[in-house]
């Protein structure tokens, strides 16, 4: 790739023009004689790339002024400056961005704001629109921001969105005090010590004071942070858990850190992070004797009987761009996986690390979102003419998850929702206490979406008049569009009545709120068949359906029906959120949706 050397007034956008035009066309041309009305002859010069093939736009060097003019010129839809994306995988929790304390932040009760990043100054939401109008399905993940709420991204309804999830399998690396004491950390480490014990020392006690540091800042083995002499050749305890750069930087052996305990990641030297208490432990023994020792184990893998379970890492919702909208979508495998690694690199791409592999061990969402374009195109080849949505919504409406069904003071009541598949293991709230914000509609089970009984379809016309009803003009529309589509009142669909599996509303904590939805079926499955619709309603939501039965006669029927939710959250909602689910029954299928209303702060 160029290196652009850009002058400091001057940065890169993408200018997006929305659907190609029909026909051929000269792209690079037409974009230059854009550039030109604002630069004016050194417009060409500007123009870095075109796009043409399913959308219309370019990337062009520009000052703030310039790209201000572009975004209010006749036939631009948006303006917006070119990020590089970073992949959703993990590999240290600095990158995950942990705070120390990683739990004050699960709690809902206003600890998030809403930040209205539109559908279109987003490339991934722009190339999903164009897919999904070539009746393609792009399957995104979720990020790696969790636990926090809010920090979903690829949000756009007519994508999925996958959260990560654990499997069974772990990693674990033991770690042996000179006491005798093993203690069974986190970690992928491949490097043999052969069982020799090394001087172990404190982070917090070795500060590199040369270059202006103090224990505060050595506690946690940062980068330079520590003094090279006294650390060289021993194991250093962290306080924290981070990419082991700086400790290998110094020349130690092998770090045992302290860290919340899900994903394993891969270091460069030997490194083991334990829990707070064994933390607890390792820190007393270090004060406890003169010379204390240690050594790191290679790892071995153990089942995971918690599994499975949302990672911390991963993404929460709500949907930071349309409230009612529910995302994430679902959950699938995105922890400690198996995949393909470029051997253009090193098993951590860190300093210090020669090892070269044409596989590694990977957790983030970005290892789940595979998981699930595999599932959509297993789907897709027994049902090839399902639509993106249809397939969409029959990997969502098969997931499973143990429902909340009663609240009775601060005892909760929990429901396991009874599957086809005798093998799939529910996911549990005890485990996953974020909810749908979490796993959105559940955890993947592919062989039960091949036959899902019914399925929410939706197109482009339902995307449109979503697009209508969040506040996009005719103008705009029909440059994403390419046709001659109009916002209307006839043609102006809130969010809760896009034709989407899942059902969102947010409300004011203390204030009743009603919101009514309509939805569509579409039968796949028996040809004669008559659904009954169940509520699962907890504590703060009540959920009536017309009508609560649906007959079908023919594979193909559509049955159109109204679900009106209320809601009231109130303190005593776990989370600020309460957790429903309707399910239409045949006695073969149960086709499942999740009802969450969840409190946002009142303007």
Known sequence: MAILSLSPLTRVYIVYMGDRPNGEFSAEKLHTNILEQVLGSSGSSSLLHSYHRSFNGFVAKLTEDDAKRLANMKGVVSVFHSQKKQL??????????????????????????????????????????????????????????????????????????VAAITIDRKFVTEVMLGNGEIYK?????????????????????????????????????????????????????????????????????GAIMEGYLDAADNFPLPVSYLGTDNGTEVFNYLNSTSKPTATIFKSIQEKDEQAPYVISFSSRGPNPITYDTLKPDLTAPGVDILAAWSQGTTVTGLKGDNRIVPYNIISG???????????????????PTWSPAAIKSALMTTGIVLKTIQKTSRKTVFNLISVSVASAVPLSLETNTDAEFAFG????????????????????????????????????????????????KAINGTAWDLNYPSFALSVVSGKSTIRVFHRTVTNVGLAVSVYKATASTPYGLEID?????????VIGETKSFVVRVKAKIDDDNTNMMASGSLIWDDGVHQVRSPVVAFAVPEE
């Open 88 to 161: 959703h995988t993990t590999r240290s929790w600095d990158f995950m961005g942990f705070s120390r304390h990683p739990m004050e932040s699960h709690n809902l009760a206003f600890r998030w704001r809403f930040v209205c990043r539109d559908y279109f100054n987003d490339v991934i939401a722009i190339g999903a629109f164009h897919s999904m109008k070539n009746g393609i399905l792009t399957s995104n993940s979720a990020g790696n921001s969790g636990p926090d709420l809010a920090t979903v991204t690829n949000v756009s309804p007519w994508s999925l969105s």
């Open 185 to 253: 950390g986190i970690s992928i480490n491949t490097i043999q010590l052969k069982d020799k014990m090394f001087s172990l020392i404190y982070g917090g006690d070795a500060p590199n004071t040369k270059d202006g540091y103090d224990s505060s800042e050595s506690r946690y083995c940062w980068d330079d942070s520590m003094d090279k002499a006294l650390v060289a050749g021993k194991i250093v305890f962290c306080d924290e858990v981070n990419s082991g750069e700086g400790a290998i930087s110094t020349g130690t052996i």
């Open 441 to 488: 509609s559940g955890h993947l089970i592919p062989s039960s979406a091949l036959d899902p009984g019914l399925v929410n379809d939706a197109g482009e016309i339902d995307y449109v008049k979503f697009l209508c009803g969040q506040g996009y003009n005719t103008t705009t529309l029909r440059l994403i569009t390419g046709d001659r589509s109009r916002c209307s």
């Open 365 to 383: 969402t970005s290892m789940s979102c595979p998981h699930a374009t595999a599932a959509a195109a297993y789907v897709k080849s027994f049902n």
């Open 545 to 553: 359906v017309e009508p609560n039965v649906l007959r079908f006669k």
